[in-house]
Nanobody, 123 residues
Framework: QVQLQESGPGLVKPSQTLSLTCTVA??????????WSWIRQPPGKGLECLGY???????NYSPSFQSRTSISRDTSKNQFTLQLSSVTPEDTAVYYC???????????????WGQGTQVTVSS
């Protein structure tokens, strides 16, 4: 059973950088062929995928967030981290870390999620 747990500050000031860490237990983030993702849900809106880091360490970001998002990892701690710069109140959301699993071909699914952490951007 894979478990993911988000951690980080719940309040960030505008223009600062939001930084969250996801700690993974029950499976290695370097195991082929899983991808590890950050997803958020603003209040009253749907889920948004910010990007992911592959088992190999390479990354991919959603176009909407690419200019101010960075995802990295610490394999010694089995953690991966989100940094979102220049935040505004519109970045207020519940942030989740999750794992992508390839089902077949180009079909992927999110099979494990963290419980989510509320981040509020406010002065």
């Amino acid at each position: 059973q894979v478990q993911l747990q988000e951690s980080g500050p719940g309040l960030v000031k505008p223009s600062q950088t939001l930084s969250l860490t996801c700690t993974v237990a029950g499976g290695s983030i370097t195991t082929s062929y899983y991808y590890w993702s950050w997803i958020r849900q603003p209040p009253g809106k749907g889920l948004e995928c910010l990007g992911y880091i592959r088992y190999s360490g390479t990354t991919n970001y959603s176009p909407s967030f690419q200019s101010r998002t960075s995802i990295s990892r610490d394999t010694s701690k089995n953690q991966f981290t989100l940094q979102l710069s220049s935040v505004t109140p519109e970045d207020t959301a519940v942030y989740y870390c999750a794992r992508w699993r390839q089902v077949v071909g180009q079909v992927w699914e999110l099979d494990y999620w963290g419980q989510g952490t509320q981040v509020t951007v406010s002065s």
